[in-house]
């Protein structure tokens, strides 16, 4: 285990996502260092590593989770890879981040929930919007009950960042390895609703669609690779219990695309009896009073952004989040407030499924344990 309060050895698996948000993140933390980097492809590692000064490039993710210096294991990788590296992980005492959603299914994320009750250690899922100051305001004033009971959330995820047919087959057009819109941005709304609302799913009906059947191959364009992975997601969940009763009854609806063309959207509304809550992607909350008409801005810090990030919610959640759990570390503590556990990794996962099974018999589906 980890000395109280020495400096932190950061592995990071991965070299997409961890290159853009996690590394730099982890850069700007006091006490932190990023020692070690693995990819699956090893010249993407080495470039990051490189551009970095990142001073171990693994030849496998094997090779960071058991470098000696490494204390907190980052695992950015495609879903289908999280059950074996973070089992390898915690079985060597490492603390682990686990990009979301936690696994492909219920089976692999409670091996992994067990896995870190014997383990120990800090296990964590990285579900940084929690850690924006708009949210974080809006999850304190529903508690406050400032518009009372919640009857209905909507949640709107809109881009156009796979509406190019001619965009190359990659992971994420693959099922098998966990890609699609709902684990993508469904574990982050699903996780987003229960935590704001203190509220469990007790039914979702699904449906998936895949707007785009085919991509050009990843290796040669000249040939087709069919996609097997959703494009696009709509929910409608019931609420019930959880540890907020004032949101217990009630509904939400949720469409996510990734094929959408226009202004990208991602935005989360929580309507109550006395008014209502806006949360936008970037974190700038809103409130409505009944009968006003109109929204009023609620002012709140934006937070900080680290250098060599672009500024959107994910990067200045990350901001935080990375604080957090350095701080966490260096303290010797295994928990952070707000911070999503494996068990709540474990939660959401039974809402995707349970969406998915909805989405095969085009009927409502109930979450296992629910």
């Given at each position: 285990?980890?000395?109280?309060?020495?400096?932190?050895g950061i592995g990071i698996i991965g070299s997409g996502f961890a290159r853009a948000t996690q590394i730099p993140g982890f850069r700007a933390c006091e006490g932190a260092r990023v020692v070690?980097?693995?990819?699956?492809?090893?010249?993407?590692?080495?470039?990051?590593?490189?551009?970095?000064?990142?001073?171990?490039?693994?030849?496998?993710?094997?090779?960071?989770?058991?470098?000696?210096?490494?204390?907190?294991?980052?695992?950015?990788?495609?879903?289908?890879?999280?059950?074996?590296?973070?089992?390898?992980?915690?079985?060597?005492?490492?603390?682990?981040?686990?990009?979301?959603?936690?696994?492909?299914?219920?089976?692999?994320?409670?091996?992994?929930?067990?896995?870190?009750?014997?383990?120990?250690?800090?296990?964590?899922?990285?579900?940084?919007?929690?850690?924006l100051e708009g949210r974080r305001r809006a999850h304190a004033m529903l508690r406050a009950g400032e518009i009372g009971r919640v009857r209905h959330a909507a949640v709107v995820y809109r881009?156009?960042?796979?509406?190019?047919?001619?965009?190359?087959?990659?992971?994420?057009?693959?099922?098998?390895?966990?890609?699609?819109?709902?684990?993508?941005?469904?574990?982050?709304?699903?996780?987003?609703?229960?935590?704001?609302?203190?509220?469990?799913?007790?039914?979702?009906?699904?449906?998936?669609?895949?707007?785009?059947?085919?991509?050009?191959?990843?290796?040669?364009?000249?040939?087709?690779?069919?996609?097997?992975?959703?494009?696009?997601?709509?929910?409608?969940?019931?609420?019930?219990?959880?540890?907020?009763?004032?949101?217990?009854?009630?509904?939400?609806?949720?469409?996510?695309?990734?094929?959408?063309?226009?202004?990208?959207?991602?935005?989360?509304?929580?309507?109550?009896?006395?008014?209502?809550?806006?949360?936008?992607?970037?974190?700038?909350?809103?409130?409505?009073?009944?009968?006003?008409?109109?929204?009023?801005?609620?002012?709140?810090?934006?937070?900080?952004?680290?250098?060599?990030?672009?500024?959107?919610?994910?990067?200045?959640?990350?901001?935080?989040?990375?604080?957090?759990?350095?701080?966490?570390?260096?303290?010797?503590?295994?928990?952070?407030?707000?911070?999503?556990?494996?068990?709540?990794?474990?939660?959401?996962?039974?809402?995707?499924?349970?969406?998915?099974?909805?989405?095969?018999?085009?009927?409502?589906?109930?979450?296992?344990?629910?």
């Amino acid at each position: 285990m980890l000395a109280k309060g020495n400096s932190i050895g950061i592995g990071i698996i991965g070299s997409g996502f961890a290159r853009a948000t996690q590394i730099p993140g982890f850069r700007a933390c006091e006490g932190a260092r990023v020692v070690a980097i693995a990819s699956a492809r090893r010249e993407r590692a080495e470039a990051v590593a490189r551009e970095f000064e990142i001073p171990f490039v693994g030849r496998d993710w094997r090779e960071v989770i058991e470098h000696a210096d490494v204390d907190l294991v980052s695992i950015v990788t495609p879903p289908s890879t999280h059950l074996e590296m973070t089992l390898h992980a915690l079985a060597r005492g490492k603390a682990v981040l686990c990009e979301k959603p936690l696994a492909m299914d219920a089976s692999e994320t409670g091996e992994m929930l067990r896995a870190s009750g014997a383990a120990g250690t800090l296990a964590l899922v990285d579900h940084e919007l929690r850690f924006l100051e708009g949210r974080r305001r809006a999850h304190a004033m529903l508690r406050a009950g400032e518009i009372g009971r919640v009857r209905h959330a909507a949640v709107v995820y809109r881009a156009d960042s796979r509406a190019d047919a001619g965009r190359a087959w990659d992971w994420w057009s693959d099922a098998a390895r966990g890609g699609g819109a709902l684990g993508a941005i469904g574990s982050h709304v699903v996780d987003g609703l229960r935590w704001m609302l203190g509220a469990e799913v007790a039914r979702v009906f699904c449906q998936l669609s895949t707007h785009i059947a085919s991509r050009p191959g990843d290796d040669d364009n000249s040939a087709t690779r069919p996609v097997t992975s959703d494009d696009a997601a709509n929910l409608l969940l019931n609420l019930n219990g959880g540890e907020l009763t004032v949101a217990s009854g009630a509904t939400a609806n949720v469409s996510m695309s990734f094929v959408e063309a226009g202004e990208p959207l991602h935005r989360l509304e929580i309507f109550g009896e006395r008014g209502a809550l806006r949360v936008e992607g970037d974190g700038a909350l809103w409130r409505a009073e009944l009968g006003a008409g109109a929204w009023q801005r609620v002012e709140t810090a934006r937070g900080e952004l680290a250098q060599g990030m672009r500024d959107t919610g994910w990067s200045r959640g990350f901001t935080h989040f990375a604080q957090e759990i350095v701080r966490a570390l260096r303290e010797g503590r295994t928990t952070i407030e707000d911070a999503a556990t494996f068990d709540e990794g474990h939660r959401t996962q039974l809402v995707l499924d349970a969406a998915r099974r909805s989405h095969a018999s085009g009927s409502w589906a109930t979450p296992a344990g629910a």
